[in-house]
């Protein structure tokens, strides 16, 4: 029997929303649905697909610019053709776009596929509600992500209080009033919200067709002007600065550093490497706006120790970023290598997984 179609699933949203959370929560919880991935990540080290490897069925990963405008459409046939070749025995595709990918043009790239195995199978637009207000003033083309979604994800209300939560609700319906809004923490939606592998193909009209999205006044490669609809795409503002370094860094300096970010800063992954006796772990770090966190874990046998970081923002001053982290790599005989008090102020906002 003929399979049923792939469903591509785009899951979109600001920087640090919680794209990677959700999506390392489906891999963990697909009831056997066999899921591949397309990761896209703004800077040249790809932390994301770093973050998910290992927990998907088969994955593609983009790096080095923004999926929905660095890619067309054959670019992201190719990939889909890679996840969707019938040898793959793929059930669900989902798309990670960047934190500052324009949805529309995601969803441009998936209906406008010539894969005769393949249909978009909605967008998702997650939303960080502890952030979003702040975030849309700066950038009120949010309101348009939030009403092309077919699923609102509203997370991080464990940030917020229920009052929070509410408006921020409240708003979201505003932009859009037909998706579903769930409310979550750490991305935990139930996965059936976004693959049902046995689920009908959308009917005409429940969802946004290319024709529609073409007819948009918005024209997709005037990256920079805000047409005076408010659409001025995030990436054509956002820079990502990447940093890496085989010299362990200083903990202390590294925090003083996140704590006090050079101006435009909004966002830091990555992983770093310390230099403190006794200390022999690997460091996943992430900030997003004023939250701050490190996970610990073991470095995998053979595995290079080193500092990899994405910094992403906008109207960020490079070299003050560069110096800064420069300060951060440690020097052999500097306090660090000597005070095994200095990981305390990474302690302060480590989490236990
Ligand atoms: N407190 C809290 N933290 C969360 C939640 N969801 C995600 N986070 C944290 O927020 C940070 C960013 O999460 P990611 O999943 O990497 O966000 P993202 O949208 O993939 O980020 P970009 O790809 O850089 O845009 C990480 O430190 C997550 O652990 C949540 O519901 N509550």
Redesign the pocket.
Known sequence: MARTRIPVVVVA??????????LNHLLRNNRGVRVGVIVN??GAINI?SM?VAGQVDSMVSLSNGCLCCAVDVSDMDEMLDRLAHPSSEIDVIVV?A??VAEPRNMIRLVLGSENPRVFFGGLVT?VDADQFGETLTRHPELAQHVGLADLVVL?????VGDQVGEDVRVLLREFNDRAPIVS????RVDPELLFDPGRAEPAPGEQLTLDQLLADPCDDHDHGADRGHGHRHLHSEYEAIEFESDRPLDPRELVAFLEQRPVGVF?V?GFVHFAVPGQSRKFEV?A?GP?I?FTGSRWEPGETRRTQLVL?GAGVDREAVAAGLERCVATEDGEAAADPNSMLGVHRYTVAV
């Open positions: 949203g600001f920087l640090g929303s919680g794209k990677t959370t959700l990540d703004f994301d973050l990670e960047s934190g997650v997370n991080k209300v464990d940030q979550t923490s750490h991305g966002r992954k992430q997003v939250h966190r992403i």
